[in-house]
């Protein structure tokens, strides 16, 4: 049983920056399982935002290249999303989630390889 927790959420204007984190725990889980972070903004859909894989290859979806950042804290057991110059569009509620083993060197993680999610932060960007 793997347990996730973000924090780091809030509200900002648009251009501004937060830092998510996801701290997760549990006996089964280790530093190469896949992690990464969904949101789902007001009347979406959840999508994938960014990935990390086991080797630490990290994908975005186009929306948020250049703006964002996915990132491990092995020693923490923490992820972290970096996100700068944010927009309107990004205000989403934003989850956290991991699953086991495995390679994505060039494209996002799909949502069915992950098993275990986070009860999410909220992101909200005023325009």
């Known amino acids: 049983q793997v347990q996730l927790v973000e924090s780091g959420g809030g509200s900002v204007q648009a251009g501004g920056s937060l830092r998510l984190s996801c701290v997760a725990s549990?006996?089964?889980?280790?530093?190469?399982?896949?992690m990464g972070w969904f949101r789902r903004c007001p009347g979406k859909e959840r999508e994938v935002v960014a990935s990390i894989d086991s080797d630490l290859n990290t994908n975005y979806i186009d929306s948020v290249k250049g703006r964002f950042t996915i990132s491990k804290d092995y020693a923490k057991k923490t992820l972290y999303l970096q996100m700068n110059n944010l927009k309107p569009e990004d205000t989403a509620m934003y989850y956290c989630?991991?699953?086991?083993?495995?390679?994505?060197?060039?494209?996002?993680?799909?949502?069915?390889?992950?098993?275990?999610w986070g009860q999410g932060t909220q992101v909200t960007v005023s325009s």
């Open positions: 989630a991991t699953g086991g083993y495995a390679i994505w060197r060039t494209s996002l993680i799909p949502e069915a390889a992950y098993s275990s």
């Open positions: 549990g006996h089964t889980y280790t530093n190469y399982f896949v």
